[in-house]
Structure formats: structure tokens, C-alpha cells
């Protein structure tokens, strides 16, 4: 939802002569907001997805704005725009992912229990890490050097380190054993999804990261992550740059990748981003990142009412319904609009919507907007 050139969202309302929400915004660019417009030179500047991640989604990350704009003139055909893109996933059921490097001591554990992973990093790699736990600055780069040891590692040795690790974990859970310092149940399921891939290993450097419904994970420039299951909603700059070394058969880019991440071990309580509540609409609580870009509303409408106002804002905005049904009514609209789960409207700056809710219990929106 957006309007990105590789996926620009259709209109479809067939009395409007636009048929993409890129052509509507180029033909009324002050539906964006004033500042919006001129911040974002007539763009919408950000994308709005929802994802059902069954299997495991690559790990990556996203460039800053200066990396973004060297990989666009270098590669264009795997880094199509000169953008960067930071987001956010709002969990919409319990959501699974791996999300920045764990804290010292757990990778040092992993170090210690797991030979087949100490193996790819190799012992004076691992033994420098150790000796620079409390030291921010040289951590960052024994980290760096742990990591890119391992993504870079021959293929013979990883795939026979990866198959002897399966064999004894495996061996392992059959005898009842507790397998949770090897990180074992994660382990298996994701060489099960993608055998003989580097990216299994991740799983010792980086956190792993359950988030209940409503909660939320932002992943800023240069932050490793990957999906690994769960429904969400998810909203970014409007970029499509994605840098990958694992759990994918897309481009890999693993040089690219070991040199611009953030090396800074942080606790998973560090990587959810909290929601506020809205003082001026009860309603609404508010996931706010630290970039311009983009911000997202959670909506949520209590059974007991039967009317809501959507407010206008200075900004564009993207609705979309998640749970709940009902009229929708705007000036701006051609007709009434009948929102049900999956609905999704374009509301341009300074347009208000008025819902006539019609389902008894209430209803769940997400709205995408650019709060300047």
C-alpha cells in the first residue's frame, strides 16, 4: 500500500480517471499535506504492508541515505531506488523475528556451548571477542570480525559444521535432553526451511524477539533482522533497498552487509518500540519512530460506540481495517464507502472520515501518516 514504482497501489473506484494512488498524487500533490509535499518533494514517503510470515523471511538490512544512494548507482538492478529505509513491524498475533546482536555474554555462551559454531568463527576471533567484553569500542569490532569470519566462512566447512550440529541436537531432543543452549528448537526449524544455509548460524548473534499483538519492533539503518513468523503490519520510507546474507534464495550480498551493520550488543528488551496513548483520542495510541518519514496510528474502536471520526491531519494517510465493520462517510468521497476487514483507504491531508460502525464489537484500524 503506497506508491512505490515497483508497487504502486491500484484505485479502485472506477469513476476516478487515476488508476494508480502514484498518478492520483502527481495529478493532486497537495492531497499529500503542505509539508509532506515539499519535505518529500510530492511524494508519499512511506509504504504500508501487511505480512503472514509462515517461513523464515532473509536476514538483512536496510542502507542509510548515503549507502542507499552509492548501492543505487553501483548495482541499480539489486537496489532499485537511492533511499533508505527504516521501519517498523507492529505485531497483529504473537510475531517471531531476530532483531540486532544479542548482549555479550549470551554470544559468549553460545561460543562456549556450541563447538560447531565456534568452528566458523574460529578460536582467535572468538578468543578477541572475549577479551574485549566491556570495552564498547573494541567489542563493536571483535564482533565484526566474529560475524564476518562466519559469513564468509568455505561452504564444505559450514555445511559439514551445520549437519554435525542438526545430527547432535537432533540426537539430543530424541533423548529428552534440554536443547536450549544450543538455541536448538530455533535451529532445526530453520534448517528444515532452509538446509545448508549460512544464515541458520545467525541464530547465535542475534536476538531472538517475540512480540504479543500491539507490540512493536523498529529497525533503524544497518540493524540485522529477519522475520520468522507470525502476522503483522509493517510501514517504512518508501524504498525498496534491501541488503541480504542468508535465509533466501534472492541476492546475496554478504561484503555489503558484514561492512555496514550497527555491531552494538543490546538486550531484546532494548529492540520493542513502545506505543503511546493519544491524549487527545482515547482511541488511538501511537507508534512514533525516530525518522520523519513515516508514523502509524492503532485504532481502536470500542463496542460501545456506534459513531467515530477519523481527525484529519496534515498528512496523507493510509487506512487499513483489521477487525470490524462500518459506513464510512467524507466530503471528499464520491459515495459512502462500506469498510470491512481488509478495506483500505487513501485519506489525503485535512479530509476527516465519519464511520457509522456496524459490527457489535468494535473495531481494530491501523493508520499510516507522516507527522511533521
Request: hydrophobic share 40%; net charge negative; with cysteine.
Amino acid at each position: 500500500m503506497g506508491a512505490h514504482p515497483k508497487g504502486d497501489a491500484l484505485i479502485k473506484d472506477n469513476r476516478i480517471s487515476q488508476r494508480t494512488l502514484g498518478q492520483w498524487i502527481a495529478d493532486f500533490p497537495g492531497c499529500l499535506g503542505s509539508k509532506v509535499k515539499d519535505t518529500f518533494h510530492g511524494q508519499l514517503p512511506f509504504l504500508f504492508k501487511v505480512l503472514s510470515v509462515n517461513t523464515a523471511l532473509s536476514i538483512q538490512a536496510h542502507p542509510n541515505r548515503e549507502l542507499a544512494a552509492r548501492l543505487h548507482a553501483q548495482f541499480p538492478e539489486h537496489y532499485p531506488d537511492n533511499n533508505h529505509k527504516p521501519e517498523m513491524a507492529i505485531a497483529l498475533t504473537q510475531f517471531e523475528g531476530l532483531c540486532g546482536f544479542r548482549p555479550m555474554d549470551e554470544i559468549l555462551g553460545f561460543l562456549k556451548n556450541v563447538p560447531e559454531f565456534r568452528a566458523l568463527v574460529g578460536n582467535e576471533a572468538a578468543e578477541e571477542l572475549q577479551s574485549a567484553d566491556g570495552d564498547p569500542g573494541r567489542t563493536s569490532l571483535a564482533l565484526k570480525k566474529c560475524f564476518t569470519r562466519m559469513m564468509n566462512c568455505e561452504k564444505k566447512l559450514f555445511v559439514d559444521q551445520l549437519n554435525m550440529l542438526v545430527k547432535r541436537i537432533s540426537e539430543e531432543e530424541a533423548a529428552g535432553k534440554d536443547t536450549s543452549g544450543s538455541n536448538g528448537e530455533l535451529l532445526l526449524r530453520l534448517h528444515s526451511q532452509y538446509p545448508g544455509d549460512i544464515g541458520c548460524f545467525s541464530i547465535y548473534f542475534l536476538n531472538r524477539i517475540v512480540l504479543q499483538p500491539g507490540e512493536a519492533m523498529f529497525l533503524g539503518a544497518n540493524e540485522p533482522h529477519a522475520y520468522l513468523s507470525g502476522d503483522c503490519v509493517e510501514c517504512m520510507a518508501c524504498s525498496d533497498n534491501t541488503v541480504r546474507a542468508g535465509l533466501t534464495p534472492k541476492y546475496i550480498d554478504v561484503d555489503t552487509l558484514c561492512e555496514m551493520l550497527n555491531y552494538s550488543p543490546a538486550p531484546v528488551s532494548a529492540k520493542i518500540f513502545p506505543c503511546i496513548r493519544d491524549n487527545a483520542d482515547p482511541c488511538v495510541y501511537l507508534y512514533d519512530p525516530p525518522v520523519p518519514d513515516f508514523t502509524v496510528m492503532r485504532i481502536q474502536i470500542p463496542a460501545s460506540a456506534q459513531q467515530y471520526t477519523v481527525s484529519a491531519l496534515d498528512s496523507a494517510g493510509i487506512l487499513l481495517v483489521i477487525d470490524g465493520e462500518a459506513v464510512a462517510t467524507s466530503a471528499a468521497a464520491l459515495s459512502d464507502i462500506t469498510l470491512t476487514p481488509g478495506s483500505v483507504l487513501f485519506i489525503s491531508a485535512n479530509e476527516s472520515v465519519s464511520l457509522e460502525v456496524t459490527s457489535s464489537s468494535g473495531m481494530t484500524m491501523f493508520r499510516a501518516c507522516c507527522l511533521l
